[in-house]
């Protein structure tokens, strides 16, 4: 991505929004390897693990998700050429 975004939406899961559910931080990344970095680093700090970093759907959306200390929800991601 080339430009920041801010996006409003309901919980994913239906419950109720607090912190770290309803509310997402997105981090873009130039590569895959820097989606696997910052995911590692995030978790060697304290964070918890939400979803190992890999491919989400076919798009070529590559993310990794942690939760920091603090329980709020952060996504690492790169759009990368969709794999075969």
């Given amino acids: 991505m080339d430009a920041p975004m801010f996006m409003v939406m309901k919980p994913h899961d239906g ?3 607090t912190a770290g559910n309803g509310t997402m931080i ?3 990344c130039r590569n895959k390897d820097d989606v696997h970095k910052l995911h590692d680093t995030a978790i060697k700090m304290g964070g918890s693990d ?6 989400r759907g076919s798009s070529g959306f590559y ?7 603090d329980g709020n929800k ?5 759009m990368v050429k969709p794999e075969a």
């Fill in 50 to 55: 939400e979803g190992a970093p890999g491919p």
């Fill in 15 to 17: 419950e109720v929004a």
């Fill in 63 to 69: 993310c990794g998700y942690f939760r920091d200390l």
């Fill in 74 to 78: 952060i996504n690492a991601f790169a």
């Fill in 26 to 28: 997105a981090l873009s």
